[in-house]
């Protein structure tokens, strides 16, 4: 069962969808992009696209954080410039929403689009992080997408936004195609989209030392996911572990396309890897 919950973190509450299970494997953190907002992770009208309930199923809580500045913490996005009060407001959300209670082998933390920023921000500061899964990201726009988002703002939505985001339409299911998804965006994401490919991208990579799976979409429109491309990305993660995932009748939305069972699946294994690993050098650890 999925439910909403608000929790107030240094006076600005924080809001989530949550699935609890009582003895967890792990614990999911999924993470959204922009203009949209924990819904992203419990497709509406689709449970069975869902990551909230596959990952539930599959004995994982799961939770699926309003990124700072989204919805109940929307009315306080102008005190969130800085990323360590993000990164502070989201790691906060989330030991208070677990409280005392079982997070299995840690931490994995999930993340769409702009989310990937704050998700290996997370994955460098927060302790208990086994793992992180990244999707709908790059070092180089596609040409076409680079002249359209160069137009956006918070206010303005420039011709070709829809097509970029949400095409091909067929891959998607008629219920998400209708804006049942929108939120409105955040100010500090303005300055996040501008340094994260020349800057923050390789140098958060770099500092990353957790397993890590980048996914990419065979439909990819916004970012460069060519074979030279993906593997200039594996080359940001020198300490880390990085393995591609590759998705077939993808678009850039992967986790509410009529193939994100198939995704969820597959970054559900690659949890499952993290976990063995977690869990096998913690018992090396006891041997020695």
Known sequence: MVEPRVVMVGGVPMSA????????????????GGATSSVYFDCPGRPDLSLLRTAAAQGFTAIALDRPGYGASALYQDTMAEPADRVALASGAVDKILGDGPRGAGVFVFAHSLGCELALRMAIEYAD????EIAGTGLRYHRA????????????????????????AELYPAEVLTGALSAPGVAYEG?????????????????VQVPVQYSAAEHERVW????????EIT?????????????????????VGLSARSYHQQVLSFVEECVAARCGGAKEAEAG
Do not use: K, Y
Not at 17 to 32: G, M, N, W
Not at 129 to 132: P, R, T
Not at 145 to 168: H, K, M, N, V
Not at 191 to 207: G, K
């Open 17 to 32: 969808l949550v699935a609890t299970v009582a003895e967890p494997r792990a614990v999911i953190v999924a993470i959204h």
């Open 129 to 132: 992080v086994l793992g992180v």
């Open 145 to 168: 997408a680079q002249e359209i988002l160069s137009q956006a703002t918070l206010t303005r939505r420039p011709a070709g936004l829809r097509e970029l985001l949400w095409e091909p």
């Open 191 to 207: 300055p996040v989209t501008s340094n994260w490919s020349r800057r923050d991208f390789p140098e958060l990579a770099a500092r």
């Open 224 to 231: 460069d996911t060519s074979a030279a491309a993906l593997r």
């Open 235 to 255: 080359a940001l993660f020198g300490c880390a572990a990085i393995s591609i995932n590759e998705m077939p009748s993808s678009g850039h939305n992967l986790s």
